[in-house]
């Protein structure tokens, strides 16, 4: 017995032994497994590409330098790198010892205004924007005073991750059938604060034919903010549109609207800087009072307001929806309505609810609930909405019968009386380097003219992208990429021609990019035009006639805005931004154009060249462009009443720009969020 247990202790021993030295074996295995897996975290893809252990030690170490005011660029770091790891878009402009994005080398000291915050203080702001979502919250904490000097620093604008907005969901989540009180069409610059204020009390659909716009730079950077006027891709933010006057144009179609896409504008300007120049400018050339800084349209001088925050980041419309009930608001992003629902009363047509599409072609119904409150709305904007109405059988008559739409109700006036602010740029270039602004100073002149001006250091250049993406030439706003080309007359601007006058401004070397556009915008305007199906597809544009200058007074504003500007260009304040003369100008600007004629460039150096014999009521006409300030279609006391009731059919509304005759102050966004958030809490 006893032998047999020695035995089989000796057998234990040896099974024993056997377990441990498997373990070791599994053990060595996994620790190099663990080795092989850590190898291919970040940077273990450049590694299988060929770099060795040294760049993946060195593309960490990289990644992982503080974001420091005075920073030191080490090897292989470019300006690119830097400002998208630190989430500074503007090195370029603030270190004017740099010249080109690309002339950067190891050691080079530049500075930086680091905005991207550590790991931890970014899942801090996450869980507070959560909370801010979560807890219900009195709308008027976000209203007109947040506007006044950019929005205080809780609102910046950042990724939806930030802002946790769980209502907000794509169109094929949608289901088939559903039933609300309110049933917003259109997730603009009205829409959205009017949905977030509905929402405080009642059930409420938004419905947004684009998509989100945060964590696009071309929408939320000041700096790429022509950019996205750019980008005509098919579901880019900005669609395109050819108005029948040859003017190029275009619409929003992204959840905040044209307010994603506009210059907005901008903070106090500084001492010695081209804003500067420009206000003391139009002091001197007698648009005066100096009214200061204002919100206020009065005529003179004044400095305005901004949507852009201190770090260039764009505050828009939907940044509203953060004081939305989150249990009661629903919004469905790329779903486009074709049609508004209604039935037959005993007395007028009752809007009942809406048909929209999502990206798959799945057609949704949306049913109001029962109540008298109950209503469809309209912020679909100046194009939008008249469409809408149309394609949903309120219009003119034959127009309706011509797509075989069947009439609800004869209304010969949707689609009429619409109007585009008229806008003439001259560009003035610098013979020293200006800062990048956008609108900042504005002068409300006696006479119907609104005098503005941007300007910047290669204004519009993206400091991101890749070859020859980098090295592009942009007169930002007023490139031909975005549509603007005054040197040709409206119908003569064909593709290709903005095709050449964009190889024109390839030609030119970066330092003719120096200066900035001063520009005037026409009141009202009294020439107005009219909206025309050319389909029956919801997604297409109609048919826009603005009529531009047909009203001469329009025409004579225009003159005497074009003579301001050149009052302006000619004061003192800003011979310092302008060369001696005419001459000069075009020999520093052309000598580095290689063999380029002035006539070529796509822009306009003065108001007039010496051999311009053009009368100014041509020039006006020849090189009109649009400001986006386009308006009507819907006019209150026309289409709808004083409380934006559509007249003739009960439960349906439009609130946006397109009820307005007129397109108030220098810029109407802020009338128009403020409509959409004001307009129903009163009922």
């Known amino acids: 017995m006893a032998s047999r247990q020695h035995k089989g202790l000796g057998s234990s021993s040896s099974w024993v032994a056997a377990a441990a030295d498997t373990a070791s074996w599994c053990l060595a ?9 850590c190898s291919l975290g970040p940077g273990g893809a450049g590694e299988r590409q060929g770099a060795g252990a040294v760049g993946v030690v060195r593309g960490a170490a ?16 470019t300006l690119h790198s830097i400002s998208d790891r630190c989430g500074d878009p503007y090195i370029l402009e603030q270190n004017p010892h740099v010249h080109d994005p690309d002339d950067v080398f190891p050691g080079l000291v530049i500075k930086i205004t680091p905005s991207k915050p550590s790991r931890r203080a970014a899942q801090e702001a996450g869980r507070e924007g959560h909370a801010t979502v979560d807890r219900p919250a009195a709308w008027w904490h976000l209203s007109r005073s947040d506007l006044r000097l950019g929005a205080p620093e809780q609102y910046t604008c950042c990724p939806q991750k930030r802002y946790n907005f769980r209502f907000v969901r794509h169109a094929r989540d949608a289901p088939l059938v559903s039933h609300y009180n309110y049933v917003v069409v259109g997730g603009g610059t009205a829409g959205c604060p009017l949905a977030a204020t509905l929402s405080e009390h009642s059930r409420v659909l938004l419905l947004e034919r684009g998509g989100l716009p945060y964590g696009n730079r071309n929408v939320s950077s000041e700096y790429h903010f022509a950019d996205a006027l750019a980008d005509t891709s098919p579901r ?4 395109r549109f050819v108005s029948e006057d040859g003017v190029v144009n275009a619409r929003a179609r992204v959840l905040g609207g044209g307010s994603c896409l506009n210059a907005g504008f901008y903070t106090r300007a500084s001492n010695g800087y081209w804003q500067c120049a420009l206000r003391e400018g139009l002091l001197q050339a007698g648009v005066t009072p100096d009214n200061g800084y204002t919100l206020e349209h009065v005529p003179g001088t004044k400095i305005s307001g901004t949507i852009f925050d201190s770090t260039g980041r764009r505050h828009t419309a939907a940044d509203f929806l953060r004081r939305a009930h989150p249990r009661r608001l629903t919004v469905f992003l790329h779903a486009t309505v074709s049609r508004i629902l209604f039935r037959h009363g005993s007395a007028k047509p009752v809007a009942y609810g809406v048909v929209f599409t999502d990206t798959a072609g799945v057609r949704h119904h949306v049913y109001l609930r029962s109540g008298a409150k109950s209503e469809v709305i309209l912020t679909a904007g100046t194009l939008g909405s008249p469409q809408l109405l149309m394609l949903s059988g309120i219009g003119p008559r034959g127009q309706l019968e011509k797509h075989g739409i069947l009439p609800v109700m004869d209304q010969p006036v949707v689609g009429q009386g619409v109007a585009d602010n ?48 980098r090295r592009g030439r942009s007169f930002g706003m007023f490139s031909p990429m975005t549509g603007q080309l005054g040197t040709v007359p409206p119908m003569e601007r064909t593709p290709e021609a903005m095709r050449q006058a964009a190889e024109a401004m390839r030609r030119l070397d970066r330092r003719a990019f120096r200066g900035g556009f001063i520009l005037e915008k026409i009141l009202g305007p009294l020439s107005t035009g009219h909206i025309e199906l050319r389909s029956t597809d919801p997604d297409a544009n109609p048919a826009v006639t603005f009529n531009y200058f047909r009203d001469p007074r329009d025409v004579e504003r225009c003159v005497r805005g074009i003579q301001t500007i050149e009052r302006v260009v000619r004061s003192r304040a800003f011979a310092r931004f302008t060369y001696a003369n005419g ?31 053009r009368p100014l009521q041509q020039y006006c006409r020849e090189t009109v462009m649009t400001v986006w300030h386009y308006h009507g279609g819907c006019h209150v006391g026309a289409v709808v009443d004083q409380d934006y009731r559509v007249l003739g059919v009960r439960g349906l509304r439009v609130i946006d720009s397109s009820t307005f005759k007129y397109s108030p102050g220098t810029n109407p966004q802020a009338t128009v969020m403020m409509l959409g958030r004001f307009k129903r809490r009163g009922g």
């Open 583 to 613: 001459s000069a100008m075009e020999a520093a600007v052309l000598s580095r154009g290689a063999g380029l004629a002035a006539a070529s460039l796509p822009v306009k150096l003065q108001p007039r060249r010496a051999s311009d014999t």
């Open 422 to 469: 008229p806008m003439n740029s001259v560009f003035v270039p610098s013979p020293v380097p200006v800062a990048l602004s956008l609108v900042q100073i504005v002068g409300v002149t006696r006479f119907g003219t609104f005098i503005e001006g941007v300007s910047g250091s290669q204004f519009g250049i993206p400091l991101h992208g890749r070859g020859a993406a």
């Open 236 to 239: 880019f933010p900005a669609q």
């Open 29 to 37: 295995l996994s620790l190099v497994a663990l080795l092989l897996v």
């Open 62 to 77: 990289l990644s992982a330098r503080p974001c420091e005011e005075i920073y030191v660029v080490a090897e292989g770091e």
